[in-house]
């Protein structure tokens, strides 16, 4: 076996010491990323700790601007450090640095080539597809492509071996990633829907509190030709809401508030934690609920009534997490409304002390970033 490739059996993104080596699927890197837009403090102390997943996500973050100042040489000096601990992601972002010259002192292809190469050796897809982009732009040749995917293709069989060997010996982060490989989530794998499921509930069961809230929330939908079976979903929510997860802190709010005969009183509690757990969905709603008071949604005592020191809060939140899961679940504007709304509180003094100004900077922020009813605001603030 070529040692580049031996690589993809040390591959330790995201994983504790001591536990099992083997590459995230998208699915876990995009919910990672979102994991550390929600809580940057907790990120960052996590990076300065050597967390190789918490280095790359600071550095995406910095190189996107989404939650920090963009800052090329921020990243770079990120990525280098997860590199080094075999962060696939972070060599094919230090290719992208040095193959548009950001953050670095010039372009250099040949590194940036290079860089794609041990990333895909690593078992990352997008590095394939750079060099693809290098190929169409006359930077590289067809076999610099051909010897990529080739590599990409080994190194994701050999995952696949792997997890599957731990997931014979009850590893349930290694169910879990089978899981999401044969449900779609994977760039080379087949989707089945079988394999999918019954990966999802031995996660589950082995206590895997993401593939609990996934194979909960599918018994309270009946989705992937399962029956609907509120039972089973709700001891699977359960278990997974006692685990910290937050999205199955705003399932149970839904399990509860969306029955025959709403329980109101638990929907609340739940969606209270969700929110406090930095579930989007549910800071939304709470956020909006705190500013228009509980007839807003239903007269029932046990939801929020006016309180606009914690809709302010609540919108704060939102103006400063932009998450995947957030633009998919609350539409990709979300956080430029929540300036405008906290523009409109600085306005009337409404959970914050009156500032015309900064209410003005907040318009402004959302305003260049083209939203059109914090430009409208602005103007009549002149």
């Not at 800052?71 to 094919?92: D, P, T, V, Y």
């Not at 230090?94 to 548009?100: Q, S």
């Not at 638990?266 to 549910?282: I, W």
Request: positive net charge.
């Amino acid at each position: 076996m070529k040692k580049s490739l031996f690589l993809c059996f040390i591959f330790l993104e995201g994983f504790l010491i001591g536990t099992p080596a083997y590459a995230q699927s998208e699915q876990e890197r995009y919910e990672a990323y979102d994991r550390c837009q929600v809580d940057v403090r907790a990120c960052q102390q996590a990076a300065e700790h050597g967390d190789a997943e918490a280095q790359y996500n600071l550095g995406k973050m910095y190189y996107t601007g989404e939650g920090l100042p963009q800052n090329f040489q921020k990243a770079k000096i990120l990525w280098e450090e997860s590199s080094k601990k075999g962060s696939a992601q972070s060599l094919n972002g230090l290719g992208l640095l040095y193959y548009t010259g950001k953050g670095v002192q010039g372009k250099n292809v040949k590194l940036a080539k290079e860089l794609f190469h041990k990333a895909a050796q690593l078992g990352e897809f997008k590095a394939v597809l750079n060099i693809k982009v290098m190929l169409e732009n006359n930077f590289a040749e067809y076999d610099d492509l051909k010897n990529a995917d080739e590599e990409f293709r080994h190194c994701h069989e050999i995952n696949k071996t792997k997890l599957e060997n731990f997931s014979n010996n009850g590893n349930a982060d290694a169910s879990y990633q089978l899981a999401l490989m044969y449900g779609g989530y994977d760039k080379i794998q087949e989707y089945d829907q079988k394999k999918y499921i019954y990966y999802l509930k031995k996660a589950a069961q082995e206590g895997n509190a993401d593939a609990q809230y996934k194979i909960g929330y599918i018994y309270f939908r009946g989705t992937n030709n399962v029956k609907v079976d509120r039972d089973k979903a709700l001891k699977y929510l359960i278990e997974s809401d006692k685990q910290g997860n937050s999205n199955a802190s705003y399932a149970l709010f839904e399990y509860y508030q969306y029955q025959h005969e709403p329980d109101s009183l638990r929907s609340s509690k739940y969606l209270e934690k969700a929110a406090e757990r930095h579930n989007l969905q549910a800071v939304y709603k709470m956020a909006y609920f705190y500013y228009h008071g509980n007839d807003s949604y239903n007269s029932n005592e046990s939801f929020p009534k006016i309180d606009f020191k914690k809709s302010f809060h609540y919108y704060q939140v939102l103006s400063t997490t932009l998450t995947n899961r957030g633009i998919y679940n609350l539409g990709k504007d979300y956080q430029l409304d929540a300036m405008y709304q906290l523009g409109v509180m600085y306005e009337n003094g409404q959970g914050a002390n009156k500032s015309i100004q900064k209410a003005r900077n907040m318009f402004k922020v959302s305003c260049d970033k083209g939203y059109k009813k914090s430009c409208d605001e602005l103007s009549h603030l002149k």
